[in-house]
């Protein structure tokens, strides 16, 4: 098993560029979310799913969409980047037999100039 | 509202001294508690859980934490710090809920 899969890895955009983070799992976890990771503030929620067709906004969603098609991917899509959005994004799913556990992606690091 | 404290940003212990990690929630109902690890330019890793059952729960690389209800608390223990320990570390709750909800972090250093 994979797990959690992030792409890309390391991304560089300029302010008002768009792109999207991709997330995909395979173990059938129905729930998964994002986080970003800033210096001194820990990991913020910024979107969650708990099923295919189903998402809410979570601490810190403003400039940020999420869908979820399917049970396996999740992308984060920033429609209009900002410097403010400069930060290390994590993908983490959980369900199953590990139900109250967070399996976490290895991250993508974002830069807007 | 719920949170999550982490005491001390930044820790240095010295090889084969006790690790001592401070994680207080605030909540009325016991949530479930975690600790994550996340090693430079990786994701976080699960160290250990606590969800019900026994308030003293061990976890990997000889970490432990004890759930203590009416300190509101969920300190992270190793009794002889290894270099290798060296990282950032999560305390987490799972309230009722959905939401995770994650301290700040404490970056340990450990000085040969």
């Known amino acids: 098993n994979a797990g959690v899969t992030q792409t890309p890895k390391f991304q560089v955009l300029k302010t008002g560029q768009s792109m999207t983070l991709q997330c995909a799992q395979d173990m059938n976890h129905e729930y998964m979310s994002w986080y970003r990771q800033d210096p001194g503030m820990g990991l913020r929620l910024i979107h969650y799913s708990v099923g295919a067709g189903i998402t809410d906004q979570g601490e810190v969603p403003n400039g940020y969409n999420v869908s979820r098609s399917t049970t396996e991917d999740f992308p984060l899509r920033l429609l209009s980047a900002a410097p403010s959005q400069t930060s290390v994004y994590f993908c983490?799913?959980?369900?199953?037999?590990?139900?109250?556990?967070?399996?976490f992606g290895a991250g993508s690091r974002l830069t807007v100039l | 509202a719920q949170s999550v404290t982490q005491l001390g940003s930044h820790v240095s212990v010295s090889e084969g001294a006790l690790v001592l990690l401070r994680c207080n929630y605030s909540?009325?109902?016991?949530?479930?508690l975690f600790w994550y690890v996340q090693y430079p330019n990786q994701g976080l890793q699960l160290l250990l859980k606590?969800?019900?059952?026994?308030?003293l729960v061990k976890g990997i690389n000889g970490f432990e934490a004890e759930f203590k209800k009416s300190e509101t608390s969920f300190h992270l223990t190793k009794p002889s710090a290894h270099m290798s320990d060296a990282a950032e570390y999560f305390c987490?709750?799972?309230?009722?809920?959905?939401?995770?909800?994650f301290g700040t972090g404490t970056s340990l250093t450990v000085i040969p």
């Open positions: 983490a799913s959980r369900g199953g037999s590990g139900a109250n556990v967070l399996t």
């Open positions: 909540s009325s109902v016991p949530p479930y």
């Open positions: 987490a709750v799972l309230f009722l809920g959905n939401q995770f909800y």
């Open positions: 606590y969800t019900t059952g026994a308030t």
